[in-house]
């Protein structure tokens, strides 16, 4: 039988705290999380990645530089969750689009023995992904501070500029509302929406 990895997820610096929970099969790549996470938090996945726990970096590598030192950044195509993250409560951190900063806390919350799960499943969270590009958290909550505003000059222009973003649903964007359901259908898909990312790279 698998094993199965439960993670807690948070936006670090997020307040109230945007959060996941969800569960992975111990056996895939930092490559594959990585495309699991920018579901599960609603991200559009078109920004640099880098994961870090305790002395390892993890993330995409571009050209050969000849460097092999101690923060040398290795490939999440080739390392496997299971073979860094060994015990319950450990805790690592996964970084999403270097100009924006988004920080996020991981926590390996439960280590699940004898099971597998066809697909990953997202259990539960709270409140809406911020806006891809809407300039990090202080960027996020001047955005939620206009379009709470009425009057200010500048929500049409912002009303009219989420609504193409990957967080809105059906034209609206809500920053207290969590669609579990539309998270859990694109997780079934996961394999397509990976290829269909490839494609496009």
């Known amino acids: 039988m698998g094993r199965v990895f439960k993670f807690h997820i948070e ?114 969270g709270e409140l809406n992904c911020p806006p891809e590009d809407v300039g990090g958290l202080p960027g996020f909550y001047n955005f939620l501070r206009i379009m709470g505003n009425t009057k200010h000059p500048e929500r049409k222009h912002l009303k009219q500029w989420v609504k193409e973003k990957n967080v809105a649903f059906k034209g609206r964007y809500d920053a207290n509302k969590f669609y579990i359901e539309k998270v859990n259908f694109s997780l079934m898909e996961l394999d397509d929406y990976i290829e269909d990312w490839e494609a496009e790279d």
């Open 11 to 124: 936006l670090q610096g997020s307040n109230p705290k945007i959060w996941r929970e969800f569960l992975v099969d111990s056996n895939i790549t930092f490559y594959r999380l990585h495309h699991i996470i920018q579901i599960v938090m609603g991200w559009e996945n078109y920004h640099l990645f880098e994961f870090e726990s305790d002395t390892y970096r993890i993330g995409q590598q571009y050209e050969e530089d000849g460097y092999h030192g101690p923060n040398e950044v290795i490939s999440a195509q080739n390392l496997k969750i299971r073979d860094v993250l060994k015990d319950k409560e450990q805790t690592f951190s996964y970084l999403y689009d270097f100009g924006d900063f988004w920080q996020h806390g991981i926590t390996l919350e439960k280590i699940i023995d004898d099971l597998r799960i066809p697909f990953p499943i997202c259990c539960h």
